[in-house]
């Protein structure tokens, strides 16, 4: 195998300044989150400071006030994605999806009171 892959994950208390082409300020940054650990950090550090194939960005999460608009909503990563350090994304879309195709045979074509069921059995579970 001559391809190893790490991933680095942290968590910042201020928002961190950097424009997302500028691979050395990113690498700064990593430097500066995981300066001064123990374990293998140092040669991992090291590895990515001379990586070619270098991502970094952050984990956002966005709150909206309605999934809905007119016929249109959103459902899984689109409306409702708890974030890649939560996990069960996957579930969350499936099940939403399901919750929601559920309250829309049951609206019997009242499309607003199925987006308006689903979203509050959602909120409940
Ligand atoms: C690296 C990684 C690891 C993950 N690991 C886990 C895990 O372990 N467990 C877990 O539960 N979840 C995990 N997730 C999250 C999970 O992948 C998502 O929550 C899930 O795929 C959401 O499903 P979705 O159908 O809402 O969105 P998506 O799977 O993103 O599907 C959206 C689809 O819409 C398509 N699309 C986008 N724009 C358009 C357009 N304009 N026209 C037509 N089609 C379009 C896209 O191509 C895509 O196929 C992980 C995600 C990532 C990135």
């Not at 984990?59 to 309605?66: E, G, K, N, S």
Request: hydrophobic residues 40%; neutral net charge; charged residues 25%.
């Amino acid at each position: 195998m001559d391809d190893a892959r790490a991933l680095f994950l942290f968590r910042s208390a201020r928002e961190l300044e950097y424009h997302h082409r500028d691979v050395a300020r990113q690498k700064q940054l990593l430097e500066e989150a995981f300066a001064g650990l123990g374990w293998e950090a140092p040669r991992l550090l090291a590895e990515a400071r001379r990586a070619q194939v270098f991502y970094f960005d952050t984990i956002t999460q966005l709150r909206m006030d309605t999934w809905t608009r007119g016929r249109v909503t959103l459902a899984g990563d689109a409306g409702y994605s708890p974030g890649a350090a939560v996990g069960g994304s996957t579930s969350l879309a499936i099940v939403g999806a399901y919750v929601l195709a559920g309250e829309l045979a049951a609206a019997g074509g009242d499309h607003e009171k199925g987006f308006h069921d689903a979203r509050r059995r959602c909120a409940r579970t």
